[in-house]
């Protein structure tokens, strides 16, 4: 479990305390269950089974909480956003049920497996925050505000893991830019977190400051063979702690080569946008290129050649 420890005995510690569900944490989950008891049960249920089956209902409720602790199921507390989608969840349940109007012994039952399908809700709901949004960073320290189920109460967990987040190696060649990102995943999922700072590293205990701000992304335009090196990022936290710490290891590469075509085949690859908008004339029509006199003397031949073969067919005759 590593770093999870603490978290885990301060989660069990609290399920010792007089214990309240997650759902309950939520106003308006109260506020709906005291609007079916005033506004919903006095023309649907008997009076004196009104308190009996609000004592039912709020125990039914209270049982969420009781579901099997595990590192990757439930420990006791939720974030925000968790109770947030159970308590809509909860909620339009509710509705649903009352907005049909039914009431007596149906409405009854239809509570309660009601209740019954949504502590599975709320279950769903606690294992996936617990395997995929507590404490999701890999590297650096993580700020979360959870909600502890056993008195309602909002605090700040820190998530700590190994503080260095490696190093990145980074390819650029000349006169291109260098874009150097610092964002990890979980950032933005992060609270209390304050200001990005980028640093040139010149040696071991000698680096400069580039930028500082909330932008993660540090870019560089038009770099040159001096620019390669080592550059580190430090996204810092209210508690005076790094959160990140990120190196970036640059290379820059020669100047990409553009080969340029000559005219001629420069010319035979244009389309119609390389002709200043006109579109290429069908193959067989005469080009610019072509002399129009060229065609007017391979007529006037054809017509001799003609003349000439009737003289030769009359001669030929007459000798006959």
Same mark, same amino acid.
């Given at each position: 479990m590593g770093p999870q420890l603490p978290f885990l005995v301060a989660a069990l510690a609290g399920c010792l305390l007089p214990a309240r569900a997650c759902l309950m944490c939520a106003t308006k989950v109260v506020e709906a269950l005291h609007s079916l008891e005033k506004d919903y049960l006095p023309g649907h249920l008997p009076a004196e089974s009104h308190e009996s089956f609000m004592t039912r209902v709020k125990e039914a409720v209270l049982d %969420? +909480? =009781?579901l099997p602790i595990g590192e990757d199921t439930y420990m006791g507390v939720v974030d925000e956003p968790t109770?947030? =989608?159970a308590?809509?969840?909860f909620l339009k349940d509710l509705k649903r049920i009352t907005d049909s109007n039914v009431e007596g012994e149906l409405f009854v039952k239809e509570m309660f497996w009601m209740l019954s399908q949504q502590k599975d809700v709320f279950a769903r709901f606690a294992a996936q925050f617990q395997k995929e949004v507590f404490c999701p960073n890999q590297c650096g320290v993580m700020l979360q505000s959870l909600v502890w189920c056993h008195a309602c109460e909002r605090q700040v967990h820190a998530c700590r893991k190994k503080l260095d987040c490696g190093e990145r190696l980074v390819l650029v060649h000349? +006169?291109? /830019?260098m874009i150097l990102n610092c964002e990890l995943n979980w950032h933005r999922l992060s609270q209390g977190l304050t /200001?990005? #700072? %980028?640093f040139r590293v010149q040696g071991q205990n000698s680096e400069t400051l580039l930028s500082e701000g909330k932008d993660p992304i540090l870019t560089k335009t038009a770099v040159t063979a001096d620019d390669a090196g080592v550059y580190r990022? #430090?996204?810092d936290t209210v508690e005076d702690i790094p959160a990140t710490i990120l190196h970036f290891r640059v290379t820059v590469l020669p100047e990409r080569i553009h080969e340029e075509l000559p005219s001629?085949?420069?010319g035979e690859a244009a389309g119609p946008e390389d002709l200043g908008?006109?579109?290429r004339p069908p193959a067989g029509l005469p080009t610019s290129t072509q002399c129009p006199k060229s065609e007017n003397m391979l007529r006037g031949r054809l017509i001799g050649l003609l003349i000439w073969g009737f003289v030769v067919l009359i001669i030929g005759f007459a000798t006959a």
């Open positions: %969420f +909480k =009781n109770l947030e =989608n308590s809509w969840s000349e +006169k291109e /830019d /200001d990005y #700072r %980028f990022c #430090r996204l001629s085949q420069a908008g006109l579109q």
